[in-house]
């Protein structure tokens, strides 16, 4: 089944300021399953405090008295050399009853300011079911006419009512290998067609575009929680780039398909592993809901 997420979605979402500080948990869990628990942050936090280490009806790993110790970081390089700093702390949650759960506010510090969370709950049932549009994929751009003078801004987000979802790498891989003595190093490149799920993409932008930056999340880190049409998503960016036209005309971007494992908890996760008697692991299909997953097209012109 193959599900389309139109641009009108960017009209429905709520305009609100930036949440320096944010959780992002799945909006919906299984009671007794281990889901994801992400705390965001904008900047580097000097020092983080909560009310409570737990919060009531779930249990955490790692307590909110440890994010100041454990918070992660990762970055980007950009074409130009800017480094770019992301940060969340991350741990595993348990919900242990039904209903709404409400998450203490967290207040973050740095250099002498405070930033707070906004008012956050999740919702606890005892059993989910993954429909057809619990994973949607957009890809947009910031405006629809440019000058060619003009940086394109491109971006393909991933927008999920789970948050342990997978992308099946289905496309070519850019691949070499390298021996020295008595070693052999093999390694692999994801190809821009693989990371945008857009066969032709990478040829269309040598042909059209300079390529000014491009960015994308790897690990799939890069997570916040973004409301539309009052439902909570996920949302993940899958890449951004910005591109500079060659010449005028009208343009049409394909649209991103991927296949997606979307998985129900943590615990649903790991059901994909089954032992062997040889000690090692076989990787499965088990656990997983698998979605067909589309984007519309994208046009834009250049004047």
């Not at 491009?214 to 997570?223: P, V």
């Not at 009208?250 to 000690?279: A, L, W």
Request: net charge neutral; aromatic share 12%; glycine share 6%.
């Amino acid at each position: 089944m193959t599900t389309l997420f139109w641009t009108s979605f960017s009209s429905c979402q709520e305009k609100k300021e930036p949440d320096f500080i944010q959780y992002v948990v799945q909006p919906e869990v299984e009671i007794g399953k281990n889901t994801d628990f992400y705390v965001r942050f904008a900047m580097k936090p000097d020092h983080v405090s909560s009310a409570t280490d737990q919060i009531k009806g779930l249990t955490l790993t790692d307590g909110l008295s440890r994010i100041s110790d454990k918070i992660n970081e990762s970055e980007s390089t950009d074409e130009n050399g800017k480094v770019t700093s992301y940060f969340h702390f991350y741990t595993y949650a348990r919900p242990e009853k039904l209903g709404k759960i409400d998450f203490p506010v967290l207040t973050m510090k740095v250099k002498g300011k405070e930033y707070k969370t906004r008012p956050f709950s999740i919702n606890v049932v005892q059993q989910l079911k993954v429909g057809a549009d619990a994973v949607k994929v957009a890809l947009t751009s910031d405006k629809a006419v440019y000058s060619l003078k003009d940086t394109i801004a491109i971006s393909l987000y991933e927008y999920s009512r789970f948050i342990n979802v997978k992308r099946k790498k289905n496309m070519a891989i850019k691949g070499s290998v390298t021996g020295k003595d008595n070693e052999i190093t093999i390694s692999s490149e994801p190809t821009l067609d693989d990371i945008a799920g857009i066969k032709g993409f990478e040829d269309y932008l040598k042909q059209n575009f300079e390529l000014v930056n491009f960015d994308w999340d790897a690990m799939g880190d890069r997570k916040s929680i973004e409301i539309i049409n009052g439902i909570s998503y996920v949302k993940t960016k899958i890449f951004t780039t910005g591109l500079v036209p060659k010449n005028k005309g009208e343009f049409k971007i394909e649209p991103s398909e991927f296949e997606y494992h979307v998985y129900k908890s943590n615990t649903d996760y790991f059901s994909k592993f089954e032992p062997q008697d040889s000690g090692g692991y076989k990787v499965t299909d088990k656990g997983a809901t698998q979605l067909q997953i589309k984007s519309q097209a994208l046009e834009f012109k250049v004047k």
